[in-house]
């Protein structure tokens, strides 16, 4: 077993579902983050705060398990996992910024979501402080060397996209070091959440990337059922997979459809987005929402499908499932289509792997991830389905990834809506204190959630979107290649914004 | 390939959706917020530039259905453009974080007068559900007059459509 896992292991646990969370000293900490580095040590999957600690979500490849860990913040510092897990460098900067508390030896303690314009100052501390300062212009890391330029992009960009900023140092065509910084999107959700009940808290989660609005509804939705010990009826379970099946192909097709359009190349998101739109709409038939926003409360889900519902989407699947193999033909079949994606834009396994990289971008460099498989969750654990991955790490490999997920879904779908069990679909949730952590595969990736409930009402909160660990990887990805490639390589990407920015 | 799979959907006639009849009444009422003097200037047709202030990206999501093949945003003479100096209309959606307040001021005064400011979804309209943050200034008129919102959360891509030809209805009359 790695050291950090057995340095976990045997500190004491409070409760916490399902999987207890072993309080460490601040020394054992220490030791723990030294030996990140080590061959074979659990990968970081998520770091956070509330107003007295530090909480590590880590996985431990070795022992087939996830941990969690917390330590309690001594005199505002604790010490930091970023030197020797770089990853945990926007979490850092992030807890900062909102907590007030300060990693120690961290590698980058430059602001992160704070840009000097809040009205307070750690704002989900105990005492958040008035602001005195007025903002300063952000620091960029240096670029030494000669003939370098820098081209800063952002926050906002040239079409209909979410703000962050984007600062290029380029060698003439060349890009030497991609720095991003976002905060842009910063709206203080995990401190509108404290204080209300799961139910009303569900609203936020399901506006925290709202292309991922129904797979963080149910990550959040089962950390508030594991918390406090609810069981959702099994058709509940099976409604939410239908839900997060359908936003997963709705997002594929209009992401493949805008990498194809970023070369150029009109017909495919021309056809992919009118499948779109038909599964939308099939949606707004089904559960009353084109986006199925709100539908999946903790408890279950807030309406069953309506009568017709499934016809519905099986009529919207249909031509879907005839045109995709043609589409993946023409996308084929067009070598200045695939002169752009092949060889572009390349994550390696290796660097994959240090960043724990989940979702399509994680597949499409050799890791096989997935949530619904391992550890599992219903109505997953019973069904079938193919989790395909790739090598290559490159924009087309994450392009082949999306189609083959696509045609995993649809078959799902069917699967599904064929076998709907039978029963309600909510439960009340019981009302009491824990705490508890909630995971879901959304189509970016590896979704996890964790609250605290004290007396039905949350006391702590964290959501954490597949895009922390993937946007440091956009950064690596564009390394060495043109300038122009990049919008071609971030959608290949597309992490979400909102969802890092909280 | 291509060619063929195009000839098939030219037999199957368009796959973009017919235009909807407007709300005459709201047309008016629009017509009588924007100036004589802008409508001649204009004419028919009205370049948008969108700052998402704040968004969850639900809104956009969305406004990106309109330039498809279903809604065609174009076949009325509207367009997103990427730069807010050739700019008519600026689009705005998301609570307005503190965060983007300058972004979005430095927008609309690059745009060229006369312009309009069209809010999007029920954050742009008030803050939505992030409304008492102490990171959002609370709806997109808290920093710039609005000339048109569309709430929804999000609105569907009919409304939106319907909305913006209101707009350039009414500034064409
Ligand atoms: S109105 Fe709704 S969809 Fe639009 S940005 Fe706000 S929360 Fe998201």
Known sequence: MSTAGTIIRTAPTESCQPWPRHKLLGEEWRAMAASLGEAGAPSLLALWADTARVYVLLHDADAAGWLVASTSVDDGRYPALSPRRPSATWFERMIHDLWGHEASGGRDLRPWLEHGRWPVTVPMSLRPLARESPAEPPEFLPVEGEDYHQIPVGPVHAGIIEPGHFRFSA?????????????????????????????????????????????????????????????VPPRAAALRAVMTELERVANHLSDCGAIAG???????????????EALLRAAAVAFGHRLMMDVVVPGGVTADIVPGGTEAILRALAPLEDELPELIRVYDGFSSLLDRTVGTGIVTPALAGE?????FVGRASGRAIDLRRTPGYPP??????EVPVQQEGDVDARVRIRF?????????????????????VSVPLLLGSGEGIGWAEGFRGDIWHWLRLDGGQIAAVFMRDPSWLQWPLLEAAIHDNIVADF??????FNCSYSGVDL | MVWRRVLATLRHGPATLPAARLDDAATRRMADRLEAAAQRTLGRSLAIRQVDAGS????ELELHMLNSIVYDLERFGLRFVASPRHADVLLVTGPLTHNMREALLRTWIAMPDPKWLVAVGDCA???????GSYAIAGGVDAALPVDLLIRGCPPAPAQLLNGLRTLLEANAD
Do not use: Q
């Open chain 2, 56 to 59: 969850c990206n639900g809104c």
């Open chain 1, 171 to 231: 060698l003439g065509e060349t890009v030497a070091r991609l720095e991003i910084r976002l905060g842009w999107l910063h709206k203080g959700t995990l401190a509108l959440m404290r204080g209300k009940s799961p139910r009303v808290a569900a609203r936020f989660a399901a506006r925290l990337s709202g292309d991922t609005t129904v797979a963080h509804s149910v990550a959040f939705a089962r950390a508030a059922e594991a918390a406090s010990g609810t069981e």
């Open chain 1, 380 to 385: 997953y654990d019973r069904l079938a389905f």
């Open chain 2, 125 to 131: 309209s008030d803050g939505g559900v992030f409304k």
């Open chain 1, 404 to 424: 083959a997920e696509i045609g995993a879904s649809l078959n799902l779908l069917r699967t599904l809506l064929i076998e709907l069990p039978e029963g309600g």
């Open chain 1, 487 to 492: 919008p071609l390589c971030n959608k290949s």
């Open chain 1, 355 to 359: 960043f724990a990289a989940g979702g």
């Open chain 1, 262 to 276: 970023d070369a150029a190349f009109a017909y495919l998101p021309a056809r992919f987005g009118w499948h779109r």
